[in-house]
């Protein structure tokens, strides 16, 4: 990329009018700025290097013995010596980068053809999938970097056979705590900043993205055997049958999640129906961008109570702390503060937490959807103090007896201390809210699951 002159690198000098404003560098790349080609290289190569300063006194390097053939970005009758930094020269002079520059300075149509590829890729890794493209330009060559999914070629299932599979799911051995988790680290994989992840393609299953130590990589070994046998029993059905319905693992994890939030939400004695809609596929691993999944393994996800400790902590530097990253989280999936507020509080009651500890389960009933995490976090009776030799947890003592009721991190106390959350947690706590809590957590819940479904957002 370095190496375009229409690229990043400009012949032209820095004007130097009454409105100027320089970084003290003055450097010519190209005797030709405006045309397309590897003179830049060219020149790399061609001549010997000298260090000068700039008239502002910055180091750069000069062309030695070089003839003045750069015009000047102003002065049409002045000429100058080609120049360059020290990042340009390291193109030459490193090991690995050189190797790179000489073969395309040798093979120019090579040169133009990588130029091209990574400035499409510089100028739309944001936008997501190629189902998100609009107009007739759209390419037909497929990147690793779209996270590409396979077509679907056979039929979504049907509402009737969405309930036979909620209950197969149910009565699958897997627990409330195990569906709901599994669920969210599927979809809360999507980054709304590049369109990517998310919980259609069920990378989750793949690697690296099962080796992530929030997605629980032992456990993910005895749960996907278990969808996938749901899936083949299914399928199975339906190929004798003779119908063309089919359903995947993606969706599978899905519906698990919605299934025993439906189920929770029961037993708290609030008959409701979680949003479902069919129609994900299944990546395989070579739809994985596997060097990019393994750069953004998370660190922290306030959601799960997830939180990488780092090694050396510099005390004075509150944005280490967990409750920091989990505004960064929940931007990534779009999320508003009241829907921030409702999912961290209905997770923590369905035991959907790192390792499925206690930290944050504020409730005598885990796997029930109640409003307990908020009526506890609240409740005055409780005197909080920091654990021992523990920076980010608390225990939490019932004051008259002294006993040990809670435990919890800097997320859970962050909702009852900072005070546009508080008035949040305030109204999830009241005695009537228990309706409006379950309903709130499925709409946010629906959201999440949903964020990367752009085949139905952009539909052709």
């Given at each position: ?11 032209y ?26 003179q ?19 180091y750069?390097?000069?062309a ?45 149509k ?5 130029f091209?590829?990574a ?8 936008m997501?999938p ?56 599927s ?42 046998q ?18 995947s ?8 999640g919605?299934?025993?939030i ?13 949003p ?18 393994k ?8 959601f799960?109570n997830?939180?990488?400790y ?26 508003t ?27 005598e ?14 409740d005055?009776g409780?005197e ?9 947890l ?7 007896s002294g006993?040990l ?26 005695d ?11 709409k946010?819940?629906?959201k999440?699951?949903n ?10």
């Amino acid at each position: 990329m370095q190496g375009g002159t229409l690229g990043w690198r400009f012949s032209y000098k820095t004007g130097k009018g009454p409105d100027t404003f320089i970084s003290g560098f003055e450097v010519t790349w190209s005797s030709t700025p405006t045309k397309f080609g590897i003179q830049y290289l060219n020149f790399l190569f061609k001549y010997e290097w000298e260090l000068e300063k700039s008239p502002a006194g910055k180091y750069q390097w000069v062309a030695k013995d070089a003839p003045e053939i750069i015009p000047d970005a102003h002065d049409p009758n002045k000429k100058h010596k080609p120049r360059m930094l020290t990042a340009d020269l390291a193109l030459r002079f490193d090991p690995v980068y050189s190797k790179i520059a000489k073969r395309f300075l040798e093979n120019p149509k090579e040169f133009e053809r990588a130029f091209a590829v990574a400035w499409f890729k510089l100028t739309h890794r944001d936008m997501g999938p190629k189902t998100c493209y609009v107009g007739p330009y759209i390419p037909k060559e497929e990147f690793i970097w779209q996270d590409p999914l396979p077509e679907r070629d056979y039929e979504i299932v049907e509402e009737k056979d969405i309930e036979i599979l909620k209950k197969r799911l149910l009565e699958s051995g897997l627990n409330i705590s195990q569906l709901v988790y599994t669920a969210w680290s599927s979809a809360a994989s999507y980054r709304d900043s590049d369109r990517r992840g998310g919980a259609n393609g069920a990378r989750i299953r793949l690697y690296p993205i099962n080796q992530w130590e929030v997605n629980h990589p032992e456990d993910l070994q005895k749960i996907i055997p278990v969808y996938e046998q749901i899936q083949k029993e299914f399928n199975e059905e339906q190929k004798k049958k003779g119908s063309n319905k089919r359903i995947s693992i993606a969706d599978l994890i899905i519906l698990g999640g919605c299934a025993a939030i439906e189920s929770a939400a029961k037993k708290a004695g609030v008959e409701v129906k979680v949003p479902f809609i069919p129609g994900r596929v299944d990546a395989t691993e070579e739809h994985i961008d596997v060097e990019f999944y393994k750069e953004i393994e998370p660190f922290a996800d306030g959601f799960r109570n997830y939180f990488k400790y780092p090694e050396k902590i510099d005390e004075s530097d509150v944005y280490t702390t967990p409750e920091y990253y989990l505004v960064d989280k929940a931007q990534l999936l779009k999320l508003t503060v009241p829907e921030t507020v409702v999912l961290i509080g209905g997770l923590r009651v369905l035991g959907a937490t790192y390792k499925y500890n206690n930290y944050g389960v504020f409730t005598e009933n885990p796997g029930v959807l109640t409003n307990d995490f908020f009526v506890n976090l609240l409740d005055m009776g409780i005197e909080w103090m920091q654990a021992d030799n523990y920076r980010y947890l608390f225990k939490g003592y019932d004051r008259k007896s002294g006993n040990l009721k809670w435990t919890a991190t800097r997320v859970d106390l962050i909702l009852g201390h900072h005070d546009e959350l508080r008035t949040i947690a305030e109204v999830y706590a009241a005695d009537d809210a228990k309706e409006k809590f379950v309903n709130d957590f499925i709409k946010a819940w629906d959201k999440v699951m949903n964020l990367d479904r752009f085949d139905l957002k952009f539909k052709r």
